[in-house]
């Protein structure tokens, strides 16, 4: 291709090259201040106290109280103790949802003084979780509601109640099917891959997205 | 001249008949899968009437192509159909109202050249109007127009320099090409159907067209819109209606025969059940009967207008419900539902009840009478106004 050799043509110069350089090593280096291309670190959980909300997009609960009593005329036996965590848990579901289940899936951890107390590592059925009224126990929860939920542990018989509970809060999404491109509920899960990379034992655990931790206050004669 | 080998003497012969304006290609015989049978060199001063039994295929009958040669390799192109016009390499079979011509070129009645049916076939471009009658009757033939990018027909019919230089072409690697006659003419062009001018479409005309064909795919998009999501096709096949219609769906029908709104509801020998703070009992009795089993409706939902689901309440146990009433072909049974609900919720709503379907066994694709209540906001709120008493359940 012939050069031009029309000097009525101003000769342009030549910028486009240098400049998409400069562009691209200043975003470069911007990316490297910013901590490289590495994936960044998961947002710290928020820590949440007694009567913080927190919004689960399924449910919003509030984090009422938590008392250790015995058991009475309005919940359980009178000759047993129990740590009651008080929920109130409101549905922003278009439908009625269960108060265990959305409770049970979404605080997926709660330590006693450090002890696990509700966790997937223990083997057991975990709190019963209802809705007290007038010592009438109720699951539902209708959708735009906010009920009272309460949240029960059997506590030893002897020994001192605990002094702080502290509860993993987990989220919902609502998940499409991989497969069958269905929607449903489901927790956030986070991906733990397996020791050395092991694809086979990679483990799927809700994300916890934040920790409230409450003083226990101890009601009457425990 | 009549120095043209016999081999090029396609008028048809050993073709099937086609009438005027019939597609040549459609009425070509199906090729061969195997390769054709060999067939012995046609030598000088022995007629092509002792060729291969490949030969003596009538006129008109599926006439494999008779090209085969043995020393040939069998490529995929001796499985492509035989071109009817063959060209000069081809040896026709003899036939009654053709008599065989003594190739005068010895070299020149060779058959072994696989067909190249797309180099030699006459284009649209380079066919002759017509054949010449004359030609046919004379044996003569005509050679299709030669193309830059023929590689062999040229070189090997027009007996010049080139005729001897070895053809590369990909179904000859390295053979060299027999003598051609000096003069030669192009076979005769296969018979064409005259292609007729279109009339002018008129601007109006392109216009619709163009409409009509928008029009059209506009249509189909729109259609798009209507193929079901994956969560619909799993839900029950619903089935709509009135209250105090029997609305039939497969497996059921249901008429919604009352419907009260109570501040509190009384089981007998029970305590009085209250709802919660600011909600009233919506009680909707249904009549059901079934059409080929029995069944129990044991899911009830309410509906609102704007698309919140109540499941009927747990304060009542479902004894006392429909959800435990058998129904069964040919006897109606009745029972009530009980619903929990803010009265800003009941102008619109409607009530949906079905069997529950279970995840592992049973029909998945269950039906669902969904009946509207026909409460307006005024009914409504006139229901939830006049409701004052206790609505006692009824023991059955």
Redesign the interface.
């Known amino acids: 291709m012939a050069s031009h050799r029309d000097g009525s043509r101003r000769r342009r110069r030549p910028v486009l090259v240098p400049v998409s350089l400069l562009v691209a090593a200043a975003g470069l280096a911007v990316a490297a201040l910013l901590g490289g291309f590495a994936e960044a670190p998961p947002e710290p959980p928020e820590t949440l106290g007694k009567g913080d909300t927190i919004d689960q997009v399924r449910i919003r609960t509030t984090f009422t109280d938590a008392v250790a009593r015995r058991g009475g005329d309005d919940f359980g036996v009178s000759d047993k103790r129990y740590l009651l965590i008080h929920l109130n848990v409101t549905n922003l579901s ?3 949802v269960s108060a265990h289940s959305v409770v049970s899936a979404s605080i997926p951890t709660v330590r006693a003084d450090g002890k696990v107390i509700k966790g997937e590592e223990l083997d057991d059925l975990g709190p019963r979780i209802v809705i007290n ?1 007038q010592g ?1 126990y ?3 929860i ?4 906010t ?1 009272p939920v309460i949240m029960a542990f059997e506590l030893p018989p002897d020994g001192t109640a605990p002094q702080q509970v502290e509860l993993d809060v987990a989220t919902f999404e609502w998940h499409e ?1 991989f497969f ?4 449903s509920w489901v927790v956030a899960l986070d991906e733990i891959p397996g020791p050395g990379g092991d694809r086979t034992r990679t483990r799927y655990v809700p994300r916890v997205v934040a920790k409230v931790e409450m003083p226990v206050r101890v009601e009457g004669d425990l | 001249m009549t120095s043209t080998p016999p081999t090029s003497s396609t008028s048809g012969a050993g073709l099937p008949k086609r009438r005027r304006g019939e597609s040549l290609r459609a009425t070509r015989p199906a090729p061969p899968v195997q390769a054709p049978a060999p067939t012995q060199p046609v030598t000088p001063g022995q007629p092509p009437a002792s060729a291969g039994p490949a030969r003596a295929t009538p006129p008109g009958g599926a006439a494999p192509p008779a090209f085969g040669d043995p020393g040939d390799q069998v490529t995929d192109r001796t499985s492509r159909p035989a071109p009817s016009a063959a060209p000069s390499w081809f040896t026709p079979p003899p036939t009654a109202h053709q008599p065989a011509v003594t190739p005068a070129d010895p070299a020149a009645g060779r058959t072994g050249q696989p067909p190249r049916t797309d180099l030699t076939w006459p284009t649209t471009a380079t066919t002759p109007a017509a054949a010449n009658p004359a030609d046919q009757a004379t044996g003569l033939t005509r050679r299709p127009a030669p193309t830059e990018s023929t590689s062999s027909g040229p070189a090997a019919m027009t007996g010049g320099p080139g005729a001897a230089q070895p053809d590369t072409g990909p179904g000859r690697p390295g053979r060299p090409e027999p003598a051609a006659p000096a003069l030669t003419l192009p076979p005769p062009a296969p018979e064409r159907p005259v292609r007729r001018r279109a009339a002018p479409v008129s601007a109006g005309r392109r216009l619709a067209n163009a409409a009509l064909g928008i029009a059209l795919l506009a249509a189909a998009v729109a259609l798009q819109t209507t193929v079901l999501s994956a969560d619909e096709r799993i839900s029950p096949i619903t089935s709509s209606g009135t209250a105090g219609e029997l609305v039939h769906t497969a497996f059921f029908g249901a008429r919604v025969e009352s419907v009260e709104v109570a501040r509190a509801l009384q089981e007998e020998n029970r305590d009085r059940v209250d709802p919660a703070p600011g909600q009233v009992f919506l009680v909707v009795t249904v009549r059901a009967t079934g059409k080929t089993r029995a069944l129990q409706l044991q899911r009830a939902e309410l509906v609102t207008a704007d698309g919140l689901t109540y499941e009927a309440t747990e304060r009542i146990l479902p004894t006392r419900t429909l959800a435990h009433r058998w129904v069964q072909p040919m006897l109606w049974s009745s029972g009530p539902v009980f619903f929990e609900v803010p009265p800003e919720a009941l102008p619109g709503a409607r009530v949906v009840v079905s069997e529950r379907k279970h995840a592992l066994f049973g029909d998945q694709y269950l039906a669902e009478a969904s009946i509207d209540l026909g409460l307006d906001a005024a009914k409504a709120k006139a229901a939830v106004d006049s409701a004052t008493g206790v609505y006692r359940i009824p023991t059955s």
């Open positions: 278009d439908e009625t009224e009438r109720l699951n539902q209708h959708p735009r509601l009920r099917s069958y491109e269905t929607h």
